[in-house]
């Protein structure tokens, strides 16, 4: 962790932060303000909640991840770009979904670049499971979208193959998978460094239907 992260942490956790406890969230109380809340998990180092905070300020961000540099990277990038309508919980996003995301309050949830845990023993760590894929759907509104991004094939493979038991999670297919990143999102730093390996990208795009 750099200075600068552990400074951010020290000094601006109060005011972007979620503490960790296991109560189901207020929107209205943590953002103050009300507006649709859109959910980033593993937002790594915050540019792309950075990124869709600015471009649409009527709109609040909830980011999740457990990498403390990332989140101090996300409170540093917060305070100078003066951004005011993003908070962060430093948890495992297993746990704060099931626990402390009311049903049907989540007008997106963002899920780019998962840890793809590529050998075979690890698959049961991958996040994306069945299990959860349903719980996302339970939290998203009606007509909400559920954003999903690899650069792993066999994730990818598996996502669709779990979220096909999940009733009510609608892909949504759209001619030409690049168009639709485009529309919906700016790339992350962890796409880009893929993109210069020459890694393609699946991009899963779905939306809570029942
Ligand atoms: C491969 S990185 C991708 C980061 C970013 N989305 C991007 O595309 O650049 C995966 C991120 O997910 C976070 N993460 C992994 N497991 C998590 C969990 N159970 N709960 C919350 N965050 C998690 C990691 O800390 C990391 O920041």
Redesign the pocket.
């Known amino acids: 962790m750099t200075r600068a992260q552990q400074r951010a942490l020290a000094q601006l956790w109060q005011e972007y932060g979620i503490a960790d406890e296991p109560a189901v969230l207020d929107f209205a109380t943590v953002f103050e303000r009300g507006g649709p809340v859109e959910m980033e998990?593993?937002?790594?180092d915050g540019e792309?909640l950075c990124d869709l905070a600015q471009r649409y300020p009527d709109t609040n961000y909830l980011g999740?991840?457990?990498?403390r540099p990332?989140i101090g990277s996300l409170l540093l990038k917060l305070k100078r770009q003066r951004i005011t309508n993003v908070r962060a919980i430093c948890a495992?996003?297993?746990l704060v979904v099931a626990q402390r995301i009311p049903v049907s309050s989540l007008a997106a949830v963002y899920l780019?670049?998962?840890?793809p845990w590529p050998k075979k023993r690890h698959h049961k760590r991958r996040?994306l499971q069945q299990v959860f894929l349903d719980q996302l759907r339970e939290r998203l509104r009606l007509g909400g979208r559920l954003h999903i991004a690899t650069d792993w094939q066999a994730y990818a493979e598996q996502i669709l193959m779990h979220a096909a038991q999940v009733p009510g999670l609608t892909r949504i297919v759209a001619d030409g998978s690049e168009a639709l990143r485009a529309e919906k999102r700016p790339r992350?730093?962890?796409?880009r460094r893929g993109q210069r390996l020459g890694h393609p990208v699946w991009e899963l795009l779905f939306q809570r239907t029942a």
């Open positions: 998990i593993g937002f790594g792309m999740i991840d457990v990498y990332g495992d996003a297993a780019l670049f998962p840890d996040l992350t730093r962890f796409e």
